[in-house]
């Protein structure tokens, strides 16, 4: 299980990696948008990894046994959550 200092780290350094492209990708650098994909980026696995941590469930942290790209259950997880996070903010607008 994941610690709450790693599950934070996790948070703040998604968000800074999903904001720095959207930033440079963006037309117009339009604020909110970049805004939003930084808060979805590390409020989603956020919410995912607590809920993991609040119930106990190790057994979302078993990688798959792929050497090149060993993605685990909480991993897919965090990317469902982020990505449902930034399409609820953004249907609801920037």
Known sequence: MLSWSTVAYGAALSAVLAAVPVALLVPRRRIGVIL???LAAGLGPAAWNAILNTVHAPGFFTDAPIAVFPVSWQDTGSGVFAVATA???L???P
């Open 87 to 89: 399409a609820l903010l």
């Open 91 to 93: 249907g609801l607008g």
């Open 36 to 38: 939003i994909a930084g």
